[in-house]
């Protein structure tokens, strides 16, 4: 049975958009439960969440200039392995202090806590 390639992407879109909405969501009731309840800790892995969520954006968005080609042809299975692949260079990246943000958003947000 072979499946429309045209309904296996609209799929695979529509799914990332809803993991990406979700991770949003999550973010706001996480970054809005450590306000209230005054937790640093809690407040410092909101922020390096943010970071690496920023830096998986970049990273998908700096592959999408990459040129078509090479060893490897173009398929979804490619497209999920470099998704879940920049997904944990992002969290990698965002560890201990990152690219600075996290610190920042940190100090920026402590403030009103």
């Known amino acids: ?3 429309n390639n045209n309904l296996l992407e609209y799929s695979l879109n ?3 958009q809803v993991s990406n909405e979700q991770k949003t969501d999550d973010f ?5 439960s450590a306000k209230s309840s005054n937790d640093d800790e809690k407040l410092q892995a909101t922020c390096k969440q943010f970071e690496s969520m920023l830096l998986n954006m970049l990273m998908k968005s700096m592959r ?3 040129v078509d080609g ?5 398929s979804h299975a490619r497209e999920m392995f470099e998704g879940m692949l920049d997904e944990e ?3 990698e990246a965002s560890k201990e202090k990152g690219i600075g943000l996290a610190e920042l958003m940190y100090k920026q947000l ?3 806590v």
């Open 1 to 3: 049975m072979k499946i």
């Open 14 to 16: 529509n799914a990332k």
């Open 28 to 32: 706001k009731k996480i970054l809005e």
């Open 64 to 66: 999408k200039t990459v």
């Open 110 to 112: 402590s403030k009103g």
């Open 89 to 91: 260079i992002a969290k």
């Open 70 to 74: 090479g060893l490897i042809e173009k």
